[in-house]
């Protein structure tokens, strides 16, 4: 069977490079093994991610590889917190003015309220 | 899973890649990967450079590369990782090749030459080994002569074409991550890897190689 000028199957080829991989010299293959080494010694590794711990009053440093929806969520929640402590905010400065309307309206200001 | 802690409240979540697994590469499967893809490399480097020192560097060049800055990545993006990074490897190589013959050639032409410090700057890159050597004689001679004829059509092909040739049908890389890995389009692999082809076969057969 002769070889087919359109039609050879590389896979045929790609065998015999197999083969070839096998012949390769001792020296080479103890070359390679040591770059393998090498490189596995300077992996990099993983990222960790950052918390927050209120309990002990410490951050935790870790920081990891997130996906941009991972970004997303956490930016989320970052505005909700914001937007949620400001309303809180907005709502005890408004109980703060009752009450001292309240006081007013009874009478019951301190004297530190009347000097200037 | 990861966590962290607002106040009194704990928010957990898991890092997934893309086929929703949470799972980066380790080190035992980095060795693994690196263990079976080592010799295939070292290949293509030698087909493109002609060097088995410069070969040997270039393969331990893209292990380094691979491991510092992707080291971290899913197991499943490695093969395509370090297909990219040894092609760009080479091309290093070759433009290093190319500044440091220009600037021995300039050199050269600036000496005096002594009978005894003849210098030829063409010997820098010229390959040291031997590579038409006859095969070990333990092995058997019709292989190994198919083999030493098939890698020598090799390195006669363009590089494109080599390189799309070896990614595609050698490294099992479909057409798109081929394309990914030489930065040319899905179509250009395709042309690459057809005249490739086209190419070997005549080749081959005009050395009278049938290759079982």
Sequence with gaps: ?116 | MAWFRAGQTIICYHVYNNQGEFKLSSPVELDQFLSSVERRAYKHALFAVHDEHAALDIVQDAMLKLAEKYGDKPAGELPLLFQRILQNTIRDYFRRQKVRSSWLTLFSGLQSRQEDEEFDPLEVIEDEENRTAPPAPDQSLQQSQIIAIIEQALEQLPARQREAFLLRYWEGLDTTETAEAMGCTEGSVKTHCSRAVHALAVTLRAKGVDLP
């Design chain 1, 1 to 116: 069977m002769t070889t087919d000028l359109k039609q050879i199957d590389p896979a045929r080829i790609t065998r015999f490079l197999n083969l070839s991989t096998r012949q390769i010299s001792p020296n080479v293959t103890s070359a390679l093994q040591q770059a393998r080494l090498k490189a596995l010694s300077r992996q990099k590794t993983r990222s960790h991610i950052l918390a927050l711990s209120s309990e002990q009053g410490t951050i935790h440093s870790l920081f990891s590889s997130l996906s941009a929806q991972h970004w997303v969520a956490a930016g989320l929640l970052v505005a909700i917190f914001v937007i949620g402590s400001g309303y809180w905010q907005h709502i005890q400065q408004e109980e703060q003015i009752a009450d001292t309307d309240v006081a007013i309206l009874t009478d019951d200001l301190p004297i530190d309220a009347f000097v200037d």
